[in-house]
């Protein structure tokens, strides 16, 4: 098991609204692949270091879990084709 920080890039043009569900979406298939509590925090719209999908900037949000190797390329892969997230990016922070 080990313990896993995700950075997830929306686009900047996403309502609010769309951002919520979106968020809780994430949160509910990292629940169904991981283990224990996720924790979660939007850090807000930042610039990008170059353009992503013809896009300078993107909302960041940061997600913290703990989940088995195996259940990482589940999680990446039932986010690859969303329209409003723009970047993944899945980091082992420490292992257990």
Same mark, same amino acid.
């Given at each position: 098991?080990?313990? =896993?920080?995700?950075? @997830?890039?929306?686009? !900047?043009?996403?309502?609010?609204?769309?951002?919520?569900?979106?968020?809780?979406?994430?949160?509910?298939?990292?629940?169904?692949?991981?283990?224990?509590?996720?924790?979660?925090?939007?850090?807000?719209?930042?610039?990008?270091? #170059? !353009?992503?999908?013809? =896009?300078?900037?993107?909302? #960041?949000?940061? =997600?913290? @879990?703990?989940?088995? !190797?195996?259940?990482?390329?589940?999680?990446?892969?039932? @986010?690859?084709?969303?329209?409003?997230?723009?970047?993944?990016?899945?980091?082992?922070?420490?292992?257990?």
């Amino acid at each position: 098991m080990n313990h =896993y920080e995700a950075m @997830f890039i929306f686009r !900047p043009d996403i309502t609010e609204e769309k951002l919520d569900k979106e968020m809780k979406s994430i949160k509910r298939s990292i629940k169904t692949h991981g283990k224990g509590d996720v924790q979660f925090t939007n850090l807000g719209k930042k610039t990008l270091a #170059y !353009p992503v999908h013809k =896009y300078d900037e993107g909302v #960041y949000v940061n =997600y913290e @879990f703990t989940a088995q !190797p195996a259940g990482i390329a589940k999680i990446k892969k039932s @986010f690859k084709h969303r329209e409003n997230i723009l970047r993944v990016l899945i980091i082992v922070k420490g292992r257990s």
